[in-house]
C-alpha cells in the first residue's frame, strides 16, 4: 500500500487544479485545453487491460454525443504516451471506435495525486512494484473551471458511459432553467422546480407546474429544451 501523503481531497464547487502533461494529441495546459468548453475527465489503472480498454472504447463511440453538448473528454492513464498509441489501437480494433480524444501520460502519477486518483485502500490495485494504481475516477467540470461531479469506481468495476452524458445534460439543462432532476430522469422526463424559485416566479417561468409537497413541484420540460436537444 502507498505511504505518500495524500492529496487535499476535492470537492464539488472546487477549482480544477491545473497542469501541465504529455497526452497522445501532444502538450497540453489543462485550463486552456477547458478553454470554454464542459469537460470530461476520467482515469484508468493501467494500458492494456480489460476493463480498461472496455471503458474507453465506450467513450469513443459516444463521444460525437458528448461535442455536441460542448463537452470535451480526456482520459489518463499510468503510462507512457508510446505505451497509449499501441493501446489505442487494440482499443479500435475490439470495439469497433476511433478512438480521437487525448489520453494523459502519467507515469509517474503526478496527476493522478493532484486529483487524489490513488488507491490507497485496496492493496491489491498495484503495480509490480507495489505502487499503488489510480482508481476509476471521473470529473465532470464546467467552462468556469468548477468541479461539478467526481465519482470514483473500484479498479474491478466498468464505468457507465450513459450515466455520464445523462449527469451533463442535467447539470447543463439545470443551469440553463433554474430545474433539478429526480431519480432516473432522462431528458424529455418531468423536472422538478429549483427551490429558490416561489411559486408566483414559477407561475411564469413553469406555467404547467404542479404542486406534489410545498417542497416537490414537477413541470414538464420536453426534451427540445434540454442539452440533449443540441
Known amino acids: 500500500m502507498s505511504t505518500e501523503q495524500r492529496a487535499t ?27 470554454d468548453h464542459w469537460v470530461v475527465l476520467f482515469s484508468h489503472p493501467e494500458d492494456y487491460t480489460p476493463v480498461c480498454t472496455t471503458e474507453l472504447g465506450a467513450f469513443a463511440k459516444l463521444e460525437p454525443e458528448f461535442k455536441k453538448r460542448n463537452v470535451k473528454l480526456i482520459g489518463l492513464s499510468a503510462n507512457t504516451i508510446d505505451s497509449h498509441a499501441g493501446w489505442i489501437k487494440d482499443i479500435d480494433e475490439i470495439s469497433g471506435s476511433r478512438l480521437t480524444f487525448p489520453i494523459i501520460g502519467d507515469k509517474d502519477r503526478k496527476v493522478a495525486h493532484l486529483y487524489d486518483m490513488i488507491d490507497h485502500q485496496d492493496t491489491t490495485n498495484v503495480d509490480q512494484k507495489g505502487i499503488a494504481f489510480t482508481i476509476r475516477s471521473v470529473f465532470i467540470i464546467d467552462p468556469a473551471k468548477t468541479i461539478r461531479l467526481i465519482l470514483s469506481y473500484p479498479a474491478s468495476t ?73
Open 9 to 35: 481531497p476535492l470537492r464539488l464547487g472546487s477549482t480544477a487544479p491545473n497542469f501541465q502533461a504529455e497526452t497522445t494529441a501532444g502538450s497540453i495546459d489543462f485550463h486552456e485545453f477547458i478553454g
Open 158 to 230: 466498468g464505468r457507465n458511459t450513459a450515466e455520464v452524458l445523462r449527469v451533463v445534460d442535467s447539470l447543463q439543462t439545470g443551469d440553463k432553467h433554474r430545474i433539478t432532476t429526480p431519480i432516473n430522469w432522462v431528458p424529455g422526463d418531468d423536472v422538478i422546480v429549483h427551490p429558490s424559485v416561489k411559486n408566483d416566479e414559477a407561475k411564469t417561468l413553469f406555467p404547467d407546474f404542479r404542486i406534489v409537497k410545498p417542497y416537490l413541484r414537477f413541470t414538464p420540460l420536453p426534451k427540445e429544451k434540454t442539452s440533449a436537444a443540441a
